[in-house]
């Protein structure tokens, strides 16, 4: 997996402060169809946000652990119920953010 240095994640996390969160983890959790929307949408995106739900039996800080330890999506910041999740696109059309965050 690709680490990112300071600048690179402020750098991040100030692109992501606007976002709204796209995905919800629920009571169901995360299952292997979840995680592939997930990285659909960081194909087209590169930058998203998910919100764990309160009603959910998982912390976010769980949600996190996972999904760094078992895929290869970057995870910039947790933020309380918030995740911000960062994975470069595998098209080059969609590579707006990664490009930018090279130039750091």
Known sequence: MN???????KFLKAK???????????????????IEQIKFA?????????????GSDFEASDVA???????????VQVIGHVLVLYRQSA??????????LRNI
């Open 3 to 9: 680490l990112l240095s300071g600048k690179q994640k």
């Open 16 to 34: 992501a402060h606007n976002l709204r969160p796209i995905f919800q983890v629920g009571k169901e959790g995360i299952s292997d169809k979840w």
């Open 42 to 54: 960081l194909d087209k995106r590169e930058l998203i946000k998910v919100n764990v739900l309160q």
């Open 65 to 75: 652990e996972y999904l760094a330890e078992n895929t290869d999506v970057i995870v």
């Open 91 to 100: 098209k080059e059309e969609n590579r707006k953010v990664s490009t930018e």
